[in-house]
């Protein structure tokens, strides 16, 4: 992951303003410790801190086109740059990069190619011939991306609002699978999935159409020149990912740290993650590295973790903090790269609390909801905390074409039906539950679901809500919305969790990034509605899915 900043229209040019925008860009180092570059042209300036992953060599940024008349700083991957290359033949590239092919694909399309690139991107591009800029997201929003705006005119866009904060009098998440252009004027959607207009679809399931779709998925996100790994929890999601990358590896061009894929787990001494995951991982035949953290040392974290991760959201902070806390060992190992499982639950309802969709239209309303959010919560995670270490996390379950054959599928057919044996997330575990060849275990194949901040162990949210409860008084959190009006907390660990945010990010603007509203087990607001009871044990962690959860409280 690398680190973006671009200053539009700016209104002095001084040596002073390259030297502040230097150093607001440096405050991004931590996502691309490799190289710093900056271009200037008039009144626009680019800056690009740069993790080297795909041509560590040549790939520096920001990137150009033949004539250096196109500028782009880009944060991400483009898996298919092999094949847009082929489409520019007439175009000369300077880099082995797969982020150059977004200038020449300017040049030759204008401003519609951006649905031709198939990865996580934000991007910046400056047209020096009229000063015109474009930025654009991904799909999904797993890159971060800003918009802020200067008193002086100017547009400010970067990868963290930390480098916004201080110049920018307003700033704003940038919305995923938007273009912004100076020419046209705002925002447009460039993504238009069929999904996105919540139709219930009607196509039969296939689960080998499925498991296809996913295997194409983390084979393209072997695309590296740098050793790399996996995240492994030992959770349905992210064992999949192993046990297809593990089968593929050999074929694929990444580079490799020695013969065997190489897995990651993280948790308390005897927690249920670390005791599955390493069961998959000999199963596997993975180089294994298991990491423990106690429940001191992640509350020693917390006030890092939220300054990395831009966020005072409960189950975002759970989760962070183990995922902040092993990316810094796997940083320490020399790994730059490692896949991920978000976004599964999200597609096939593999929350518990899916267990009470009163019906298909509203099972599938509610993927469509939690798809359209992710960028505000676990996408936001899973960047922000390892990007924290300068580490990149790739995200194959949320490509755009597996989401698009997950999302077509009849929600009837992922209902959570005990009657019919399936349990949350079935016809993904169906789809992969090959007895002549098999993937994984049956039991880890159809282990229950366990969220990550719960399956660290058991004891890390207990720990942090018994910490909260000794730095917030009962009259703090009755006087909570005066000093907090705006997405007021509710908790003592929300509260606490609010006050260190405010002394990184103390602006309207941060806190209005924020998501609020009600939530069990991560549903939205809407889907608390499905069970009255809920409404009695509002906490985000798997384990308030009461009547659901084996281990509810």
């Known amino acids: 992951m690398c680190g973006i900043l671009a200053v539009l229209g700016i209104a002095d040019n001084a040596d002073v303003k390259r030297s502040r925008i230097i150093e607001l860009s440096e405050r991004m180092r931590h996502r691309g410790p490799d190289w710093s570059g900056l271009h200037h042209h008039e009144n626009c300036y680019l800056a690009h801190q740069r993790l080297a992953i795909v041509d560590p060599t040549s790939g520096d940024q920001p990137l150009y086109n033949e004539d250096k008349t196109v500028v ?47 990865g996580m991107f934000s991007f910046v591009l400056l047209d020096t011939r009229d000063n015109s800029f474009i930025a654009a997201r991904d799909a999904i929003g797993i890159t971060p991306l800003y918009i802020g705006w200067g008193l002086d005119g100017s547009t400010w866009f970067a990868s963290e609002m930390k480098a916004l904060i201080d110049e920018c009098e307003q700033f704003t998440a940038f919305l995923p699978g938007h273009i912004y252009s100076s020419k046209k004027g705002g925002l447009r959607r460039w993504y238009n999935p069929t ?131 092993m990316s810094r060992k796997i940083h320490s190992l020399g790994v730059k790269m490692v896949l991920s499982g978000e976004g599964s639950d999200e597609i096939f309802g593999g929350y518990l609390y899916f267990h009470k969709a009163p019906n298909k239209q509203e099972f599938h309303a509610e993927t469509c909801r939690k798809i359209k959010s992710l960028h505000l919560y ?32 009849d929600p009837e057919w992922k209902m959570i039906r005990p009657d019919l044996g399936r349990i949350e997330k079935w016809i993904l575990r169906n789809a992969f539950d090959d007895e002549q060849d098999p993937y994984l275990p049956k039991h880890i194949l159809y282990r229950q679901k366990e969220q990550f901040s719960d399956g660290v162990g058991y004891s890390w949210i207990d720990g942090l809500k018994d910490h909260a409860n000794k730095q ?17 907390p509710t908790t003592k660990e929300a509260y606490y969790y609010r006050s260190i945010f405010e002394k990184a990010f103390p602006k309207n603007a941060a806190r209005s990034t924020v998501p609020g509203g009600p939530s069990v087990a991560c549903s939205t607001a809407k889907a608390v509605e499905w069970d009255a009871a809920w409404s009695k044990n509002l906490d985000p962690s798997g384990r308030a899915a009461l009547g659901v959860h084996a281990a509810a409280y």
């Open 195 to 325: 999904w996105f207009d919540e139709h219930v679809p009607s196509t039969p399931y296939d689960p080998l159409l499925l498991r296809k779709a996913f295997e194409k998925a983390v084979i393209k996100r072997l695309m590296t020149d740098v050793p790399f790994g996996v995240l492994l929890s030992g959770g349905l999601d992210s064992s999949l990912v192993a046990s297809v990358a593990s089968r593929y590896l050999s074929e694929s061009t990444a580079t490799q740290w020695g013969s065997k894929l190489h897995t990651f787990c993280i948790g308390l001494k005897g927690s249920p993650d670390l005791i599955a995951a390493r069961e998959v991982a000999e199963y596997l035949g993975s180089r294994h590295h298991e990491f423990y953290f106690t429940v001191q040392e992640g509350i020693d974290a917390l006030e890092k973790v939220i300054y990395h991760v831009e966020t005072y959201d409960v189950t975002t902070i759970r989760a962070s903090t183990p995922m902040y806390l």
């Open 378 to 409: 676990d996408c936001l995670r899973a960047n922000k905390s390892t990007s924290a270490w300068g580490v990149e996390a790739r995200v194959p379950f949320l490509d755009k074409e597996f989401i698009e054959v997950a999302m077509s599928i």
């Open 72 to 118: 782009v700083t880009v944060n991400g991957e483009i898996y298919n740059h092999n094949e847009l290359r082929k489409k520019l033949t007439s175009h000369k590239f300077r880099t082995g990069s797969d982020c150059e092919v977004i200038a020449h694909l300017y040049d030759e399309y204008g401003e519609e190619f951006v649905n031709m690139l198939d």
């Open 472 to 488: 917030v008084t009962d009259a703090m959190l009755s006087n909570a919305k005066f000093v907090y009006p705006e997405n007021t």
